[in-house]
């Protein structure tokens, strides 16, 4: 009996999960105004090491995408797109990464920010 409740355990333990990243679109910014737009990261612990983060911006674009904290264990769950946006433009930023104890469970998003001259 115990091998059999061992399996289903198992199997069940493997299925497809959902991971949702909201919010669905993020809002507009303007040039030489502070953004400040939080991404959450739901239904697991996000895997640091499997993160990846990637953004078409100019270097010195004056924003960044990052976790809000980076001292707590769930850190890659709570991310922000922070800073003074520099250049006007529509700038793709693209997240992805790993859950822990999913299997193969992943997330992906992608954003397109848009960035308004003053």
Known sequence: ????????????????????????QIPVGTVGKLYNQKIDVSGGVVIPYTVQITT???EDMGVVVKPINQDVSDA???????????YSGDFKIKISGGIYGSGDG????EYTYKVNSK
């Open 76 to 86: 890659y769950n709570h991310l922000v797109i922070y800073g003074v946006p520099k």
């Open 56 to 58: 078409d911006f100019k």
């Open 1 to 24: 009996m115990y091998k059999y409740f061992l399996i289903v355990l198992s199997l069940y333990g493997c299925t497809g999960r959902d991971y949702h990243v909201e919010p669905n």
């Open 106 to 109: 992943k997330f992906k998003k």
